[in-house]
Each structure stands twice: as structure tokens, then as C-alpha cells.
């Protein structure tokens, strides 16, 4: 095929393709059934895309690139009773405050005094 039969062929092709739907050759008129094609024709193209997305993160996910690895027991760490204690120290000191606040009254002065 030359060069001149393909810039022909692909001319011809590209038309064909602006001519699929379209009864209005000139262009004039508006025509809502073309719209609307092109809008449920592009719709339909976005969802068979989400969907080979879906079904490629589905194989990916089944074949384990995703999977979380376990660690074994030797690389645990020991839970520290110390920190353990002052951490729930912590809380009680709070809670015992927020207890003593909630029981006092408010001192409020009155502005228009």
C-alpha cells in the first residue's frame, strides 16, 4: 500500500466513523438521538473499562501481590508492663479530675453587676 492509498484509506476511514449516527450531513439541524448516542455510547465504554479494571485488581489480588506477609513470633515485640502502667496512670488521673470538675460548681461572676 503507498503512501497515498493509506492517507486516502484512513481519510475515508475518520469520515466514516463522523458519519456513524449522524443523519444531518450539514451540520444544521440539532439532533438529540445523536447526542444522546454518542453520551450512552461513551457511558458504556466507561463502564466496560471499570469493569477489566476490576476484574485485572481481582486476579492481582487472588494471585497474593496484595497479601499482607506475616511475621513470626521472634520479630514480636514483648508487651512493657511499665508503660503499660503509666499509660493507664495517665487515664486514671484524668478521669479523677474530670470527676472532681463535673462535682464543683461554676464560678461565674455577673456582668451586669
Known sequence: MSKKNKTEYI????????EIGDKDKTKIRILSHRDWGVVISLFFIIVVLVIAVHIYLFIQIGEGIFSVKQQGEDSSK?????KLERTTASFDEQEKEFNRILGEKPNISDPSI
Open 78 to 82: 514483648k508487651l512493657d508492663i511499665e
Open 11 to 18: 481519510k475515508k476511514l475518520s469520515k466514516k466513523f463522523t
